[in-house]
């Protein structure tokens, strides 16, 4: 039973380009949760998205980043025009439907690099 | 008062000490809460869900106080391997929201 899959494990983007993200939430689960944590600092949420919805971007950056979780496929985040400040890890994170007493299960991360 | 709130540590002890961790949490509802783990630059990883007045597993139990609204996490037998940021997570009831502690770093020394 695969766990939460999140690609690439490492990107590294030059300024101004765009990094796009992928998570495969685990089977049976419908709701994604991306996180990001800067070096030495703690997860911060950023958007919950169900599949076609988006729930809660409350922790997004206004300009720039995105989320979508379409129907068929992975969950992806979106960063446009990428500054060094976007360098951290991503974590996506993935429960199952309507179960909020159900632990998160997170994916191995995205570590953005920025240069 | 912070929603969760744990001490940042570093909590530094010997191998074979016990080292206990507290978590408050501010909303009186929250039915669950979970331990996870989390090595350096890796992701978190569970270790123990709450739903009641604690959990073993092992060498380590997490014990939920309901009326003082914090969980503890003793971890018992302390080894070299322990050693990394436990993270507090309270589920926020009703809601899809899971707020996560700050998390607080142990350093387990030979």
């Known amino acids: 039973n695969a766990g939460v899959m999140q690609n690439p494990r490492h990107l590294v983007r030059r300024r101004g380009q765009e990094a796009r993200l992928r998570c495969s939430p685990m089977?049976?689960?419908?709701?994604v949760y991306w996180y990001r944590q800067l070096p030495e600092e703690g997860l911060k949420f950023m958007v919950y998205?169900?599949?076609?919805?988006?729930?809660?971007e409350s922790g997004m950056p206004k300009e720039r980043f995105s989320a979508e979780f379409p129907k068929e496929g992975p969950s992806i985040l979106r960063i446009q025009q990428v500054v060094r400040g976007d360098s951290a890890a991503y974590f996506c994170?993935?429960?199952?439907?309507?179960?909020?007493?159900?632990?998160?299960?997170f994916g191995n991360g995205t570590r953005l690099t920025v240069t | 008062r912070k929603e969760v709130e744990q001490d940042p540590g570093p909590f530094n002890v010997p191998e074979g000490a016990t080292v206990a961790f507290n978590c408050t949490y501010s909303n009186s509802a929250s039915q669950s809460f979970f331990w996870y783990r989390q090595d350096c630059r890796k992701e978190p990883k569970l270790l123990m869900s709450v739903y009641s007045s604690g959990n073993e597993d092992g060498r380590f139990t997490a014990q939920l106080n309901r009326a003082s609204q914090y969980i503890s996490l003793l971890i018992r037998d302390s080894k070299l391997s322990d050693s990394a940021t436990y993270l507090c997570?309270?589920?926020?009831?009703?809601?899809?929201?899971?707020?996560f502690g700050t998390g607080t770093r142990l350093k387990v020394l030979a």
């Open positions: 994170a993935s429960s199952p439907r309507d179960s909020y007493n159900s632990p998160l299960h």
């Open positions: 998205l169900q599949k076609e919805n988006i729930i809660d």
């Open positions: 089977k049976g689960h419908s709701h």
């Open positions: 997570v309270v589920p926020t009831s009703g809601t899809y929201k899971y707020i």
